[in-house]
């Protein structure tokens, strides 16, 4: 499957990201980072989808084309990225939840602070997001037709170095194992269970 070929569900395309590069181009600079760890959400099939519910102002992207981009505000503090997979009306998608900066460092490292060590620059969602210099205004992309964010192709990435296990800090459907992140990795995030978790039937 191609990497590009995003028309598929989340939990196939979310380990096929990894070792893919975002890239933001800016009148300040450009940003690139390499993916390193995702987290799949399956639209009404899955809890802790926000699409779950169906359709509303806020999810409408995730019911378009794949290869958009999802951008929504997180606790009401930051910014989270995600690509829109599957095919249209699924509303599936992939979370970018952390990634190695490989281009203009000095600029992320400007929007994140400047005692932010590299690997923890894009290390979490909203964090990959400020390093980027994504918000609500890039929400609807699409990533694949060259515009000021767009997703390319990275070095192939090993399957031996790509890991699977529960998804961080949801309370529901949060065993399921649809995240996936690059072992031993040092800008992936650490794992963390939501305290309202409860064991969960599922994928």
């Not at 975002?22 to 450009?30: D, K, S």
């Not at 090993?158 to 699977?164: F, G, K, M, N």
Request: hydrophobic share 40%; aromatic share 6%; proline share 7%.
């Amino acid at each position: 499957m191609n990497l590009m070929d995003l028309a598929h569900p989340a939990e196939e395309v979310a380990p096929r990201l990894l070792g893919a590069v975002l890239t933001h181009h800016t009148p300040e600079g450009t940003v690139s980072i390499i993916i390193t760890e995702t987290e799949a959400y399956s639209g009404s099939a899955d809890p802790a989808s926000h699409a779950y519910r169906g359709r509303t102002p806020r999810n409408a992207v995730m019911f378009g084309s794949a290869g958009h981009l999802y951008v929504y505000r997180s606790h009401g503090l930051h910014w989270c990225s995600n690509i829109v997979t599957g095919a249209d009306g699924v509303a599936t998608a992939v979370l970018i939840r952390a990634g190695r900066v490989i281009e203009g460092e000095d600029l992320a490292r400007e929007r994140r602070g400047s005692k932010v060590e590299s690997p923890r620059l894009a290390r979490g969602p909203g964090n990959f997001c400020q390093a980027l210099g994504i918000t609500a205004e890039h929400n609807g992309t699409d990533l694949l037709t060259g515009a000021p964010v767009a997703l390319s192709e990275g070095e192939p990435v090993p399957a031996a170095l790509i890991r699977a296990g529960p998804r961080v800090g949801v309370s529901k459907a949060h065993d399921w194992q649809h995240r996936f992140y690059l072992a031993g990795d040092p800008t992936v995030s650490a794992y963390r269970l939501s305290p309202r978790a409860k064991p969960s039937a599922g994928a």
